[in-house]
């Protein structure tokens, strides 16, 4: 025997006699906690036991793990949901199935087309039976017959019949001559409202025909 092997020999007998300075398990296992936090103590005592035994996790611990995370994919897919479910709300012109479209289709100028909004075919005020003299304190519905800038819809956008419209312009004007509903903007509670996402819509309840003191 060489003296270089012997060397090396005597090297390799010395570093397998020596203790080892680190552990690959405890130090991994450790760091884990200050990861997850302290919500997934079970995730983590099962990673833990993974890397002491230096096996990988068992059937079993691996759908506990799985079925751990899934709440957290299905929040996120939920959320994508929203987002992709907003553009489309975005959307002038539906779009339907087997549809063909041309690339002028999709310009300006023919999306303008679809965005513009349809007279309804019914009157709302014979539809719930309410006398719309009777509701002139009724902030929402007002402003559902009024532009932001004061100026009562033409009976064109809203659909009303020509005794309903008289009625309901009778109503904005009484509104804003008593100082109800403002003249030149929407009502500061329809957007505080808007603001937090509450309903801003309220459907008047039928009344008794009778004559209006006011």
């Not at 904005?172 to 505080?192: D, N, T, W």
Request: hydrophobic share 35%; with cysteine.
């Amino acid at each position: 025997m060489s003296s270089r092997q012997w060397l090396s020999s005597a090297m390799r007998q010395c570093k397998s006699q020596q203790p080892r300075a680190f552990s690959t398990a405890v130090p991994v296992a450790a760091g884990l906690r200050s990861i997850f936090g302290p919500k997934n103590n079970e995730f983590h005592g099962l990673l833990k036991e993974g890397f002491e035994r230096g096996n990988p996790l068992s059937e079993a611990e691996q759908r506990q793990i799985m079925d751990q995370q899934a709440p957290r994919a299905s929040i996120q897919d939920l959320r994508g949901r929203e987002v992709t479910e907003a553009y489309v709300r975005q959307m002038p012109r539906r779009w339907r199935t087997g549809e063909v479209y041309a690339p002028k289709d999709l310009s300006p100028v023919e999306m303008k087309k679809f965005r513009q909004g349809k007279r309804p075919n019914k009157d709302v005020v014979d539809m719930f039976g309410f006398n719309p003299l009777d509701n002139y304190r009724n902030f929402s519905l007002i402003s559902e017959f009024m532009t932001s800038m004061g100026r009562i819809k033409h009976s064109s956008e809203t659909g009303l019949r020509p005794v309903n419209q008289r009625k309901m312009a009778k109503a904005i004007r009484r509104a804003i001559g008593m100082g109800l509903h403002p003249s030149v903007h929407k009502h500061p509670e329809i957007l505080r409202r808007g603001r937090h996402g509450l309903p801003t819509s309220a459907i008047p309840t039928p009344t008794e025909a009778r004559q209006n003191v006011l």
